[in-house]
């Protein structure tokens, strides 16, 4: 078992096309040992957003504060603290920042991604 602080975990820019004003934490990942599911905290400053992307692993997602839109094919969700998103396979998304404070999530996805 390992139990640490999020903050010990280095938040790094996300530097994909398409993404602005995003960093991520890898919180969980082959370095702790994960072997199928790794775990990622997202921080996106006001005004900022992922990448509109798809690919063929799904997302598990959880807010954990602030406010934001999530884009999908079928249009916009606002979402907020609290909020649960489940995102298939080849679905593009993006997640954006559409309040005045930092937006953060937790998103796990496959280890075989």
């Known amino acids: 078992m ?3 602080s999020y903050r010990e975990v280095k938040a790094e820019e996300v530097t994909e096309e398409g993404a602005a ?3 991520v934490r890898w919180l969980i990942d082959e370095k702790t040992g994960a072997k199928n599911f790794f775990m990622r905290m997202f921080e996106v400053e ?3 957003y992922s990448p509109l992307h798809t690919h063929p692993w799904e997302h598990e ?3 954990l504060e602030g406010e ?3 884009v999908s094919e079928e249009g916009e969700r606002k979402v ?3 909020d649960v998103i489940f995102i298939p396979p ?3 998304h993006q997640l954006k920042n559409t309040g005045n404070q930092k937006f ?3 998103c796990l996805i496959p280890s075989t991604k």
């Open 2 to 4: 390992k139990v640490f």
């Open 21 to 23: 004003k995003i960093k």
């Open 46 to 48: 006001p005004g900022g």
């Open 61 to 63: 997602i959880f807010i």
């Open 68 to 70: 934001g839109t999530v």
């Open 80 to 82: 907020g603290p609290g």
């Open 90 to 92: 080849n679905e593009k």
């Open 104 to 106: 953060k999530f937790l």
